[in-house]
């Protein structure tokens, strides 16, 4: 492990310094600046497999039968007993850049949080927020893995090479334990009123926010150890973690810039690439860091690595003025 990671704690008080690993109960010396990227639009391919069922068909009744929750009263009406509604999936192949986003839902698994516009999962017609993905593509080839685990889905998703396919749940817009909440709040509002319900519903809320907030700091804690002892794909599944847990902005980057110093130790470079490039976007600017922290070496080796960080952090001197005046003075030179 490099003695260049920090201690928890430190790394944001210090400022800059090679990969910033740090908790979250001290601001950055940078500030938040932009939203998530929207990401670019390209072909997609949607292949649609809905199912749905929603319960037997009754085909033949006579009186006083009773097979399969089905009773025919004596005044002629039929009494079907509710069954449970089987779930509706879809299935969906997209390429790089997806636009979606992603949370952690409360089960560890992995959720739609939001759909880009303009991307190639917005093109499909077919995401919708709270969807539950329930499998997904291997890194690489034809084989389907589960999502059973939000980190190790992140990690997958990130690395995967060529079309990303995905069976996803659908749910119909309803977030994991928020549905309700707002629709008792928005009528009691209404109403004009705050019962014990809402008081009910407030404490809740505020109950999970300090439960979300715990999460990350233990995820990033866990993530610390494990990457300090060089288990890198272990740290990073616990990093991808935190971004799934709701994070507030100054969160968001830090957590963002220690997934791409685990994808450039383990020299993945595209992958790497793309978290520094959400860390940037979410507000991080110790660009410094970023061209000197030996945990990015790898990263620095790429072609790209320039024109991404140029995106962000534009260069003291225009490379392009300075060609202009060269020639310049190139052509006074000439005898």
């Known amino acids: 492990m490099a003695a260049s990671v920090v201690n928890v704690g430190m790394a944001l008080s210090q400022g800059s310094g090679p990969c910033i690993l740090g908790s979250f109960h001290q601001e950055p010396t940078f500030s938040p600046s932009s939203v998530p990227t929207a990401l670019a639009l390209s072909s997609s391919r949607v292949r649609n497999t809905l199912k749905s069922t929603f319960g037997g068909c009754v085909q033949s009744l006579k009186l006083q039968q009773h097979s399969n929750g089905v009773k025919v009263c004596s005044t002629g009406c039929v009494n079907v007993r509710a069954m449970a509604k089987e779930p509706e999936y879809y299935e969906v192949e997209i390429e790089k850049p997806y636009g979606i986003k992603f949370y952690k839902g409360a089960d560890g698994g992995v959720y739609i949080d939001q759909i880009f516009p303009g991307s190639n999962a917005d093109l499909t017609k077919m995401f919708t927020p709270g969807d539950k993905v329930i499998s997904t593509s291997a890194m690489f080839g034809t084989e389907i893995w589960p999502a059973a685990e939000y980190g190790r889905t992140m990690y997958t998703v990130r690395q995967r090479i060529g079309s990303l396919y995905m069976k996803v749940e659908k749910r119909y817009g309803k977030r994991e334990g928020q549905a309700a909440s707002a629709e008792q709040l928005s009528k009691e509002r209404n109403a004009g009123a705050i019962g014990d319900g809402i008081r009910e519903i407030q404490i809740k809320n505020y109950l999970r926010k300090q439960e979300l907030k715990q999460q990350r700091e233990e995820e990033l804690n866990e993530g610390l150890k494990l990457y300090r ?72 080796t790429s072609p790209n690595f320039i024109p991404l960080l140029n995106k962000y952090d534009e260069p003291f001197i225009n490379e392009n003025a300075l060609n202009a005046i060269k020639n310049v003075f190139n052509i006074f030179g000439r005898k």
């Open 229 to 300: 002892a060089g288990k890198y794909e272990e740290a990073l599944v616990r990093f991808e973690s935190v971004l799934g847990l709701e994070p507030e902005f100054r969160e968001s980057r830090v957590a963002c810039y220690n997934v791409a110093c685990c994808y450039s130790k383990l020299n993945q470079i595209e992958a790497g690439l793309s978290a520094l490039g959400d860390a940037m976007e979410n507000g991080f600017e110790d660009y410094k860091s970023i061209r000197e922290d030996p945990d990015l070496a790898n990263l620095r």
